[in-house]
C-alpha cells in the first residue's frame, strides 16, 4: 500500500510559466476566474433594493415637486415676504408669511429636544450598559413600542393629563424664573393660571414624549457597536464601569447622540395633532415658552386646510414646502452625522 501524501498544484497564469522549482508540481490547465459570479437570486435582490433605493429617491422627489407646483402661486404673490412677513391672512388678500410661525415651530422642537435628550441618552446607557440581559430585552422592547404609538394618543394623554399638571410648574417657573426673556409672562391680570394651558411650553413637553423613542433608539444601537476590546481594555486597566462610559461608550458614540438628537429635532418640527390639541393659535413671535398662545407650521396646515379658498391653500401647500425643505435638511445632516460615527478620537463631526 503506497503512502500518498496531499498532492499540490499550480495555477497557471496566462502568459506566465511555472518557476523551475515547482516544475515537478503538475500545472492545473484551469485559469481561475478573479470574479466571483453572482447567482440568479443575488441578482434579482440586488435589482430589486437598488429599484427600492430608486423608488425612494423618486417619491421625494414628486411630494417636493407636487408642494411646489401647489404653492408657486402664492409665492410668486407674496415673494420673499413669505419669509418676512408675521400676518397671515391670503384668504382676505393681505400680506402672509411665516415670519412668525417659523420661530414658534423652532422653539416647540428645541424646548421637545431639551427634555428629550437627557432622558434618551440616560436610558439608552442604561440599557447597553447596566441592565441585566432580561430587562434589556423588555426595556428595548417597551423603546421600540413607544416609537409606534400613534401621536393622536400623545396628544389625547398631554391634553387630558399632562397639561393640568404643567400648569403649576409653569406658574412656579414664572414666579421665580421670570427674570430670563424666555420664562417672562406679561399678562395684565398678573401670572394668573389661565395664561399657561396653551403655551410652547407645554406643547414642547408632550412633543418631548414623542421624540425620547426615536432619539433612544438610534444612541442605543451606536452605544452597542462600541468595541468589546477597548471596554476589555479599561476594564483590565483599573477603570470602573462609568470609567468605561466615560473614556469609551460616549467619545465612540458621540456621531450616535447628535444624530439621534437631529432625527428627534426632525420629528419634532414636522408633529401635528398633538401640537394641533394644545396651542392656542398666534401669529405674533414671542421670547417667552410659558406665555398664552404659539404655533407651528405643521399645525397651521391643519386647522386652516378646511377653510381655505384655493389660493390659502396654495399658500399653505407653500409653508408645506418649507416644513418639507427644513426637516429633510435635518434628516440628511443627522444620517451623514449616525453613518460617519467613529471609535474615539477618530470620529468625524
Avoid at 141 to 150: E, G, Q, R, W, Y
Avoid at 229 to 248: K, N, P, Y
Avoid at 301 to 325: D, P, R, V, W, Y
Avoid at 332 to 347: I, W
Amino acid at each position: 500500500m503506497s503512502d500518498r501524501g496531499p498532492r499540490k498544484y499550480v495555477v497557471s497564469v496566462v502568459g506566465q510559466s511555472a518557476p523551475a522549482d515547482l516544475a515537478h508540481i503538475p500545472v492545473l490547465d484551469e485559469v481561475v476566474d478573479p470574479v466571483v459570479r453572482r447567482s440568479g437570486v443575488d441578482r434579482i435582490f440586488r435589482s430589486v433594493a437598488t429599484s427600492s433605493a430608486v423608488i425612494t429617491f423618486i417619491l421625494m422627489g414628486l411630494i417636493g415637486g407636487f408642494l411646489f407646483v401647489k404653492g408657486y402661486d402664492a409665492l410668486k404673490v407674496a415673494g420673499w415676504g413669505f419669509l418676512t412677513d408675521s400676518e397671515w391672512a391670503p384668504d382676505q388678500g393681505g400680506k402672509f408669511g411665516i415670519a412668525a410661525i417659523l420661530p414658534f415651530t423652532v422653539q416647540i422642537a428645541v424646548v421637545a429636544l431639551f427634555i428629550a435628550v437627557p432622558v434618551a441618552l440616560s436610558t439608552a446607557l442604561f440599557i447597553t450598559e447596566y441592565a441585566p440581559r432580561k430587562m434589556r430585552r423588555l426595556l428595548t422592547a417597551m423603546i421600540d413600542l413607544l416609537a409606534a404609538v400613534p401621536s393622536l394618543i400623545y396628544g389625547l394623554w398631554g391634553l387630558f393629563f399632562l397639561q393640568p399638571r404643567l400648569i403649576t410648574l409653569s406658574k412656579w417657573m414664572a414666579d421665580h424664573l421670570g427674570w430670563i426673556p424666555f420664562f417672562h409672562v406679561d399678562d395684565q391680570y398678573g401670572t394668573s393660571l389661565g395664561i399657561f394651558p396653551s403655551s410652547t411650553f407645554v406643547s414642547g413637553v408632550i412633543v418631548s414624549l414623542m421624540v425620547i423613542p426615536i432619539c433612544t433608539a438610534v444612541m442605543r444601537e451606536v452605544f452597542s457597536q462600541a468595541p468589546p476590546g477597548e471596554r476589555e481594555g479599561a476594564m483590565a486597566l483599573g477603570g470602573t464601569r462609568w470609567g468605561v462610559v466615560r473614556d469609551v461608550v460616549l467619545p465612540f458614540g458621540r456621531g450616535g447622540i447628535i444624530g439621534g438628537s437631529m432625527l428627534g429635532l426632525g420629528r419634532a418640527l414636522g408633529e401635528t395633532i398633538a401640537v394641533t390639541l394644545i396651542i392656542s393659535p398666534a401669529f405674533t413671535a414671542k421670547w417667552s415658552i410659558l406665555d398664552q398662545g404659539s404655533n407651528s407650521i405643521a399645525a397651521l396646515i391643519a386647522l386652516k386646510f378646511s377653510e381655505s379658498s384655493t389660493f390659502g391653500i396654495s399658500a399653505l401647500m407653500a409653508a408645506g414646502l418649507a416644513l418639507f425643505i427644513i426637516t429633510l435638511l435635518v434628516n440628511a445632516a443627522a444620517s451623514t452625522v449616525v453613518s460617519k460615527s467613529r471609535s474615539g478620537s477618530s470620529t468625524e463631526i
